[in-house]
Every structure is written in C-alpha cells, then in structure tokens.
C-alpha cells in the first residue's frame, strides 16, 4: 500500500498562508481534496468549507487542539469523527498538498467497488 506524501503543491509560502488563515479564526483545514464540490462551499479558489474530515493530513488550530486534548483517547478515536464535534470552521485546500496513500487515495481511483481490492477488504465483499 502506498502511504501519503507531500507533493510540489506543499510549499513554505502555501503553509504560511494556511496559517495566517488559522490565525484569523478556522480551526481545520484539510490539505487534500476528496469529494468536495467546488462549487458549492467555495471561499476562494483554494479554499472550501468542508462539512465533513477524512484523510490524513491538517493543520488544527491550537484551541481545538487544546480543546481535544481534554479528552480520553477513547473519546477522540476516531479523531475524524470527533474533530467536527468540537468546531465546525472546517476548510479544505485545493489544489491538494498531499497525495493520499491507503485507502483515501485508491479509493479516490476506483470508480467500483467490485474493481478494488481496497474496497474489497473495507467492505468485506
């Protein structure tokens, strides 16, 4: 399985700009698009709000992350459910910073789970 990595999108001036976005009072951003409608829920051209958080690679605000950390770790896995729970200020960068390895990324590609040996093994088909 491929794992995520980040690609040429993921610069020191985009992190910067994500942060002073941070900064102004989001608590998520998500760097990687999946299953986002770009035009509904667009703020710029990079930016979405998303209503919902899968994947692997964000940047938190420290009060969510604040907020989270008083929690059992029981409580907070899966940390992609709980996340929402705690902030609603979501957004999604595209284009996206990472390439999604595991599941994300070769579910993206499959267009039947009949054809996919990853949707096999989540799915038990």
């Not at 992350?65 to 729970?85: A, G, H, I, N, R």
């Not at 390439?99 to 590609?109: D, L, P, R, S, V």
């Given at each position: 399985?491929?794992?995520?990595q980040?690609?040429?999108?993921?610069?020191?001036?985009?992190?910067?700009?994500?942060?002073?976005?941070?900064?102004?009072?989001?608590?998520?951003?998500r760097?990687h698009?999946?299953?986002?409608?770009?035009?509904?829920?667009a703020?710029?051209?990079?930016?979405?709000?998303?209503?919902?958080?899968?994947?692997?690679?964000?940047m938190?605000?420290?009060?969510?992350?604040?907020?989270?950390?008083?929690?059992?770790?029981?409580?907070?896995?899966?940390?992609?459910?709980?996340?929402?729970?705690?902030?609603?200020?979501?957004?999604?960068?595209?284009?996206?910073?990472?390439?999604?390895?595991?599941?994300?990324?070769?579910?993206?590609?499959c267009?039947?789970?009949?054809?996919?040996?990853?949707?096999?093994?989540?799915?038990?088909?």
């Open positions: 399985m491929n794992l995520s980040v690609n040429s999108h993921f610069t020191p001036s985009v992190i910067q700009d994500l942060l002073q976005v941070v900064e102004s009072g989001w608590d998520v951003i760097f698009k999946t299953g986002i409608c770009k035009i509904h829920g703020l710029s051209e990079n930016l979405y709000h998303s209503s919902n958080l899968c994947g692997r690679g964000y938190i605000s420290k009060e969510l992350m604040q907020y989270v950390l008083k929690f059992d770790s029981k409580e907070v896995v899966p940390y992609t459910y709980f996340l929402p729970k705690g902030s609603s200020r979501q957004l999604t960068y595209h284009p996206s910073l990472i390439t999604e390895g595991a599941f994300g990324y070769q579910m993206q590609k267009l039947g789970l009949e054809d996919c040996e990853i949707c096999h093994a989540v799915f038990e088909l």
